[in-house]
Structure formats: structure tokens, C-alpha cells
């Protein structure tokens, strides 16, 4: 998620930052069981606010929450669409020797909008910050 404060901006932010290590355990932790939602929530919240004050402290014009809230950009996305699935498949995709997560979206049915589609909260608290 990035917002951007003019069309003259002469800065491209693609808006994926490298999760912080207290927000990678708290995804660990919440994976586990061991934290709620909530708690997760939380830490999002907390590593996000820090992120976008220390953007605005480089005298960067496009703000980004870092995707701190996605574990992948675009299957994150379809899921939060009706008509989408979250599945598993037998193996992950390759890159050069390493394995991704087995992730993945299928269609299950008539791709639909869904209003409590996850991105509209996290733009909303985006730009509470701006």
C-alpha cells in the first residue's frame, strides 16, 4: 500500500519494505497460536506507525505501510476477493534453487468484490498517517 502526496513526485516507492524481526516473530507467534489477531494487529500497527515516521523523516513524498500486513503482495490481494481460494499446492514455485511457500489462488467461484476486502483497512489506517 502507498500513497503518494502529488503527481510531480520524482520518486517511484514500489512500497514492500523488509519486515522488521519484531514483526516477523509476532507472524511466527500468531502462526503457532501462541498470540490472537489482535496481538498481531497490534505489533502491524506499532511497526507500521515507526515505518512511515522514519519515511517521513527521509523527506519521502510517497508514503508506504511496507506491506507490512501482506505475507505475499498479490496472493493476499485475491484472497480478499469472493470467488477466490486460498489453497496449498504440492510445491512451492522454484527460484534458483530456493522453494517458496506453497501458497497459491484459485477461482471457486464468481469473482466478486468483496466491501470488507482487508486492503480497504489497511489504506484507511495508511492515511490516517499521512
Not at 20 to 47: M, N, S, Y
Not at 112 to 120: E, L, Q, S
Request: charged residues 35%; aromatic residues 14%; hydrophobic residues 35%.
Amino acid at each position: 500500500m502507498c500513497i503518494h502526496s502529488s503527481i510531480q513526485n520524482k520518486t517511484d516507492i514500489v512500497g514492500s519494505f523488509l519486515r522488521p524481526d519484531r514483526l516477523k516473530k509476532a507472524r511466527e507467534q500468531f502462526a503457532k497460536k501462541e498470540i490472537t489477531a489482535e496481538e498481531l494487529k497490534k505489533v502491524e500497527d506499532e511497526e507500521i506507525i515507526n515505518l512511515v515516521e522514519n519515511q517521513k523523516k527521509a523527506g519521502l513524498t510517497a508514503l508506504s505501510d511496507g506491506e507490512f500486513r501482506q505475507s505475499y503482495w498479490h496472493l493476499d490481494f485475491f484472497w480478499g476477493f469472493d470467488g477466490i481460494e486460498h489453497f496449498l499446492k504440492d510445491q512451492g514455485y522454484l527460484f534458483q534453487g530456493e522453494e517458496t511457500r506453497k501458497d497459491s489462488a484459485r477461482l471457486s467461484g464468481k469473482l466478486k468484490y468483496n466491501p470488507d476486502h482487508p486492503v480497504f483497512e489497511s489504506f484507511s489506517f495508511l492515511k490516517k498517517l499521512w
